[in-house]
């Protein structure tokens, strides 16, 4: 046996088993405790925007799709349309989409609005005064879309984890 799908599969499965738990921990529990707690959460989440919880998630869903894709690679014998059509393959194939959809959602939109969220506390923490009612309708605005964005990957990674976790039993 080949070591490769060995490490892609730990890579694939450690990556996921953080990318998913910590956004479904997040989206059930962190992000609407800190909701309820008002100024005080609020803080506390643009202090996790601005820390090492975004690149984190990104590493975590980049290396979680990227090692699935090689595994299914492997799997399939290159993307056979035999395997693909496949109930495993379906399956595999759904779960991945869902899970690529989610990194892009992930990644791009919430990093996004993560950057743009740091960017405003930055500047109202600088300035060392009440913010302004436009600074507090675009951090209004862009924890909507964080918390959008969140919930929306928590939905794609919860099909996703669904859809690896049947594949080889239908």
Same mark, same amino acid.
């Given at each position: 046996?080949?070591?490769?799908?060995?490490?892609?599969?730990?890579?694939?499965?450690?990556?996921?088993?953080?990318?998913?738990?910590?956004?479904?921990?997040?989206?059930?529990?962190?992000?609407?405790?800190? @909701? &309820?707690? !008002?100024?005080?959460? %609020?803080? =506390?989440?643009?202090? /996790?925007?601005?820390?090492?919880?975004?690149?984190?998630? #990104?590493?975590?869903?980049?290396?979680?799709?990227l090692a699935g894709i090689a595994?299914?690679?492997?799997?399939?014998?290159?993307?056979?349309?035999?395997?693909?059509?496949?109930?495993?393959?379906?399956?595999?194939?759904?779960? @991945? &989409?869902? !899970?690529?959809?989610? %990194?892009? =959602?992930?990644?791009? /939109?919430?990093?996004?609005?993560?950057?743009?969220?740091? #960017?405003?506390?930055?500047?109202?923490?600088?300035?060392?005064?009440?913010?302004?009612?436009?600074?507090?309708?675009?951090?209004?605005?862009?924890?909507?879309?964080?918390?959008?964005?969140?919930?929306?990957?928590?939905?794609?990674?919860?099909?996703?984890?669904?859809?690896?976790?049947?594949?080889?039993?239908?």
């Amino acid at each position: 046996m080949s070591w490769l799908p060995l490490v892609l599969r730990v890579l694939h499965i450690g990556g996921g088993v953080f990318w998913a738990g910590a956004t479904f921990a997040f989206a059930a529990f962190v992000e609407p405790t800190a @909701g &309820a707690a !008002g100024q005080d959460g %609020a803080r =506390f989440l643009q202090r /996790l925007a601005g820390g090492g919880y975004p690149p984190a998630m #990104a590493a975590a869903g980049l290396t979680t799709v990227l090692a699935g894709i090689a595994l299914l690679w492997i799997d399939s014998g290159g993307f056979q349309p035999a395997f693909m059509g496949s109930p495993l393959g379906v399956a595999l194939s759904i779960g @991945g &989409a869902c !899970g690529i959809v989610a %990194a892009v =959602f992930g990644i791009g /939109l919430s990093a996004r609005n993560a950057m743009r969220l740091k #960017a405003v506390s930055a500047a109202i923490e600088a300035r060392k005064g009440s913010p302004s009612t436009e600074e507090l309708a675009q951090v209004a605005a862009i924890q909507g879309r964080l918390r959008f964005g969140g919930r929306l990957t928590a939905w794609l990674l919860g099909v996703t984890v669904i859809c690896m976790a049947i594949a080889r039993y239908v």
